[in-house]
């Protein structure tokens, strides 16, 4: 019984893999760096989203929503003036929690990809299982807000450890709460030694300079390793 569940597991997530195949080549084709935004909901994607494209010099960029319901994020950031397309897991995907690369499939035809160099897809707020599921990307990002605990890293290892960059997000609210920067950094290195991170707060703007900097570079990064 058990043996039989995990060889479903197993199956789906080849299945999966199969088809994010599919969207990285199609990608590729177009030449688009693409980078997957994970995090809890409310940890404050969209609000950085909307500092860091706002000027991203020289880079094309387009954005993916996924959302259980809803347009909110991606009326949001249409005011950018960038290709937005929003996903909606409630609308034909039974509202599942997470993206999955046969969701992002469905709405690539939605976004124009000959003309973007980078893609930014917005996962669905949570914090479990985006982290199982490859939807195609180049980079997989995070943001952990101090107002979620330093345990966090400790609690969820899969997300923290499935990320190339960690972003703590509003640090501006830092001297309001009893949250130690060190004590998360020490957890995040704990389950992702080495792993990249940038203090920012989306709120005032600090640190997203770097953040900005970085997801400019992205589509010459994917360039050169092709
Ligand atoms: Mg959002
Ligand atoms: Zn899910």
């Known amino acids: 019984m058990h043996r039989t569940r995990v060889r479903i597991v197993e199956d789906a997530l080849d299945a999966n893999n199969t088809i994010a195949r599919a969207n990285r080549d199609d990608f590729d084709r177009h030449g688009v760096g693409v980078v997957n935004l994970m995090s809890a909901p409310g940890a404050g994607k969209t609000t950085l989203l909307e500092r860091a494209l706002d000027d991203l010099p020289g880079v094309r960029v387009g954005v993916l929503e996924g959302d259980v319901a809803g347009s909110f994020d991606a009326d949001r950031l249409s005011l950018l003036h960038i290709p937005v397309a929003q996903l909606n897991t409630g609308a034909g995907f039974g509202g599942e929690c997470h993206l999955d690369a046969n969701m992002v499939r469905t709405a690539l035809p939605a976004l124009p990809l000959a003309e973007l160099d980078l893609l930014v897809i917005e996962n669905v707020g949570n914090l479990v299982c985006p982290a199982e599921f490859r939807v ?59 792993v990249r991170h940038m203090l920012v707060s989306a709120h005032t703007g600090e640190g997203v300079d770097d953040f900005r900097d970085w997801l400019a570079a992205v589509p010459a990064r994917v360039r050169a390793a092709a």
């Not at 450890?161 to 972003?167: D, I, K, P, Q, T």
């Open 136 to 194: 195609g990307e180049d980079a997989r990002i995070m943001i952990c807000s101090v107002t979620e605990g330093e345990d966090k890293p400790l609690k969820y290892p899969l997300m923290f450890r499935a990320c190339e960059l960690v972003l703590v997000n509003k640090i501006d609210l830092l001297p309001h709460l009893a949250f130690d920067v060190d004590r998360l950094l020490a957890n995040l290195e704990a389950v992702n030694p080495g």
